[in-house]
């Protein structure tokens, strides 16, 4: 069973920045597509930033610029740098994963059901 775990959130002001690691195991994370999701309270789920095992890259268009996914296989661990946080970046950010790619030909966003596992998130807060 994968599983999936995420550190690194943290409360900072308008314009600060902060990285989340995303940590999977026991397995190998390179046949992985892993992705980065957040749920705003009321609303809902967003997917945020997605890298399949080719190294192709899906952002949303709120982050777009602002936010830079990568991976490290060798550890296992996927990362989100978050540079120019603002308050509506404020959610609990959530680490998810499947085996393989899609055929879309970039990793998929959106509701997120193509991704079977799920970390238990980690909370940001950004004040203005």
């Known amino acids: 069973q994968v599983q999936l775990v995420e550190s690194g959130g943290g409360s900072v002001q308008t314009g600060g920045s902060l990285r989340l690691t995303c940590l999977l195991s026991?397995?190998?994370?390179?046949?992985?597509?892993m992705a980065w999701f957040r749920q705003v309270s009321g609303k809902a789920r967003e997917g945020v930033a997605a890298?399949?095992?080719?190294?192709?890259?899906s952002y949303a268009a709120s982050v777009k610029g602002r936010f830079t996914i990568s991976r490290d296989n060798a550890k296992n661990s996927l990362y989100l740098q978050m540079n120019d946080l603002k308050p509506e970046d404020t959610a609990p950010y959530f680490c998810?994963?499947?085996?393989?790619?899609?055929?879309?030909?970039?990793?998929?966003?959106?509701?997120?059901?193509?991704?079977?596992?799920w970390g238990p998130g980690t909370q940001v807060t950004v004040s203005s």
């Open positions: 890298i399949d095992p080719d190294g192709k890259i």
């Open positions: 998810a994963a499947f085996y393989g790619v899609t055929t879309a030909g970039r990793p998929p966003l959106g509701s997120g059901y193509e991704y079977k596992n």
């Open positions: 026991p397995y190998s994370s390179m046949s992985y597509t």
